[in-house]
């Protein structure tokens, strides 16, 4: 019988693995961290923010400058973290890149009341990507808002856009409960009551409406909304892992305020050794062909005891 969460007994996660596994994450220094590279699992380190910040806003100008005509490309990314969107937008514009051929893909967006939010919504993503990114690339280079594809509760249309170009590379932060995108673990409830989903059950999840689980509904209120967590949704839908893993690499970015220093380091644990538990749903993709960790150094922190 596995530990029932300490966090949300209702559900499942992290709390719920083996204990020995959790304290052996917890002991992993950053040279460790740096020594879990595998192939098909690379780990990267950054010393400053600005080089952090900078190398993630590449990402979306690599992917960009691999359009063409005949094969629309680009790139789908996360509000969370988000210093990297200013810088994008600063890019494209410094070095005359016309997006013409250029696509993007929203991760998620919240729900309510069965529909997902519109961008006049203050903690809406499209709105951020709308205001950090695509509005401050100048008009003679501006993507077609065709090409820009935010998930709906309706998911039809987001999912089918998969199919019409390439995915260079999927972004993502991780949350608390150890998700990219908002892809949580489920309610320990019903079949699912003993045991979390076997991961190649979780693997044919697609673009789907999800109940966010209580602590990514804590950290979204501590990160975007000042702990006011009355005004985060309890619902979102959200990009899922086909839809992941039709991108071509997946690069996760660590500034170390969204996750804390255990978390990161179990879920590079996990990757890293191939252990596969949907309790952690970031350590699904240990099974993704081309996997990066990007860490800010002085973000990566211990996990020892401070009293504060």
Not at 200 to 220: A, C, G, S
């Amino acid at each position: 019988m596995r530990p029932v969460s300490k966090l949300a007994p209702g559900w499942w996660d992290y709390t719920t693995l083996d204990r020995e596994l959790l304290d052996d994450a917890a002991k992993l220094t950053p040279e460790d961290l740096m020594h879990l590279s595998r192939e098909g699992f690379t780990v990267k380190f950054y010393d400053t923010i600005e080089d952090f910040y900078l190398a993630e806003a590449l990402e979306y100008i690599t992917a960009w400058q691999q359009a063409t005509d005949n094969e629309p490309a680009g790139i789908c990314g996360p509000i969370g973290p988000t210093a990297q969107l200013p810088l994008v937008a600063r890019l494209v514009n410094e070095l005359n890149l016309n997006l013409k051929n250029a696509v993007f893909w929203g991760m998620d967006e919240w729900v309510i009341d069965g529909k997902e939010v519109g961008e006049d919504f203050p903690l809406s993503f499209a709105k951020a990507d709308m205001e950090l990114c695509f509005n401050r690339i100048r008009d003679d280079l501006r993507m077609p808002r065709e090409n820009i594809h935010f998930p709906r509760a309706d998911t039809r249309e987001y999912i089918e856009s998969w199919n019409n170009a390439r995915c260079v590379v999927m972004q993502g932060g991780q949350g608390e409960v150890k998700h990219w995108a908002f892809n949580d673990p489920p309610k320990r409830e019903g079949r699912y009551r003993d045991n979390p989903p076997p991961p190649e059950e979780y693997r044919r999840l697609t673009t789907r409406v999800v109940d966010l689980h209580p602590i990514t509904l804590i950290q979204n209120a501590r990160t975007s909304g000042g702990g006011v967590v009355q005004n985060v949704p309890c619902q979102a839908v959200t990009v899922g892992p086909v839809e992941t893993w039709k991108a071509e690499k997946v690069s996760i970015w660590h500034p170390g305020y969204h996750d804390n220093p255990f978390g990161m380091r179990l879920t590079t644990l996990m990757i890293s050794k191939k252990i596969i538990d949907t309790s952690v749903p970031m350590s699904l993709l240990a099974e993704h062909p081309n996997v990066q960790f990007n860490f800010l150094r002085g973000g990566i922190g211990v996990c020892e005891v401070e009293m504060h």
